[in-house]
Structure formats: structure tokens, C-alpha cells
């Protein structure tokens, strides 16, 4: 059995700065591929940055220049450095490990940023 645990979410003000931190424990070895995603009320589930296991980042647009995400396949972890937060990066913060092409899911961090 696979679970992730994510920490690190709170509140912050308006150009503050988080961190996320997703640790994965179980059955699981070298994940394909990491990441983070988000979802703010009555709004999708949207991708947030992923890391692949070659390295390899991806971001959305809305956080690019902003957020950092980094992985440890061996230690089993993902991180994701949030800076010059904004009040529409609100939302409950999921991280994800795709393991033989399946996805595990954590069970979500709320960030929430004052302006």
C-alpha cells in the first residue's frame, strides 16, 4: 500500500513565501514522475509543476517564475517552493506520484494567501 503525506500549507500574506514538503511511504520505488496540483473551490483540479524522474520540470503558467519543484525518487520525496504568493494561489494543495502508471494522491494541504 502506497500513502503520501504533505505538509507545510498554511497562511500566508500576499508575497510570502511556503513550502510544501510530500512524503511517500509503502510499496513504492522509482516514481516516473512527481508533482503538485490544486484545487481552489469550485474550480478543477489543475496541475501545478511536475518533475519527472529524469528531471525533467513542467509548470503552469500561472506559476512560472514562482514556484519551485523539487524530488528525491530515492528518499521518496517532493517538494515545492512557493514564492511571491498571490491570493489566487488559494486552494488545497495535492501531491502526486505516478508509480507504474499509476497515480497516488495525498490528501491535500490548504494554502491560503491574504491580500
Given amino acids: ?3 503520501l ?3 507545510g500549507g498554511g497562511l500566508v500574506q500576499a508575497g510570502g513565501s511556503l513550502r510544501l ?3 511517500a511511504s509503502g510499496s513504492i520505488f522509482k516514481a516516473n514522475a512527481m508533482g503538485w496540483y490544486r484545487q481552489a473551490p469550485g474550480k478543477q483540479r489543475e496541475l501545478v509543476a511536475s518533475v519527472s524522474s ?3 520540470t513542467n509548470y503552469a503558467d500561472s506559476v512560472k517564475g514562482r514556484f519551485t519543484i523539487s524530488g528525491d525518487n530515492l528518499k521518496k ?4 517552493q512557493m514564492d511571491c504568493l498571490k ?3 488559494t486552494a488545497v494543495y495535492y501531491c502526486n506520484f505516478n508509480f507504474l502508471g499509476y ?3 495525498g490528501q491535500g494541504t490548504q ?3 491574504s491580500s
Fill in 1 to 3: 500500500q502506497v500513502q
Fill in 5 to 7: 503525506a504533505e505538509s
Fill in 21 to 23: 514538503s510530500c512524503a
Fill in 54 to 56: 529524469s528531471g525533467r
Fill in 77 to 80: 520525496m517532493v517538494y515545492l
Fill in 87 to 89: 491570493p489566487e494561489d
Fill in 103 to 105: 497515480d497516488y494522491w
Fill in 111 to 113: 494554502v491560503t494567501v
